[in-house]
């Protein structure tokens, strides 16, 4: 299994462009900018007309918020609400090692809290079971069908922000 996790990361392995046009590994980045751009990558950029209530990289529009049906948000805009979003979200799990909440919190962003409270890897985690690789890759299901992008969000999140 570990060489498996180990040729998987090797695949996953992203290349992102830094200020300086200088190519770094993501795995140089801190956990936080990880999730961040592992989140960017999958999500993109909402345009509030057609996906309507979501907007940016995929908040969902709650009551009282400014935003409505057509907003052009912008990317500097959109990232700001992930960043607050994805802190929002990890401060749910602030009971678990801050690596266990990243990774909840980003499994979050896509699934909502309450979903992932009520999972298999919450528990397995609070109880200290490190081995959550088959329950947390399992949650990549669209309209109760099997998503081939949601499994491969699934494998590069668990390996790119679990796997140590």
């Excluded at 498996?4 to 801190?30: E, Y």
């Excluded at 990880?34 to 007309?49: G, N, P, Q």
């Excluded at 669209?142 to 590069?156: A, D, E, T, V």
């Amino acid at each position: 299994m570990k060489k498996f996790l180990l040729m998987l990361l090797a695949l996953l392995t992203v290349m992102v462009g830094n200020a300086a046009n200088r190519k770094i590994n993501i795995m140089d980045l801190p956990p936080f900018e990880r999730a961040v751009f592992i989140i960017k990558k999958f999500e993109t950029l909402h345009d509030s007309s057609l996906h309507w209530p979501y907007l940016g990289y995929g908040h969902r529009k709650l009551p009282g918020e400014k935003y409505y049906k057509g907003y052009r948000m912008s990317e500097k805009e959109a990232d700001a609400l992930l960043r607050k979003d994805l802190r929002k979200f990890i401060a749910v799990f602030k009971d678990l090692p801050p690596d266990d909440a990243l990774l909840l919190g980003v499994l979050s962003y896509n699934i909502g809290p309450g979903a992932v409270k009520k999972s298999s890897v919450y528990r397995k985690l609070k109880a200290g079971n490190r081995d959550i690789f088959k329950p947390y890759t399992s949650h990549c299901r669209y309209k109760g069908r099997f998503h081939k992008q949601l499994h491969q969000r699934r494998l590069m999140e668990f390996v790119v922000l679990f796997i140590k």
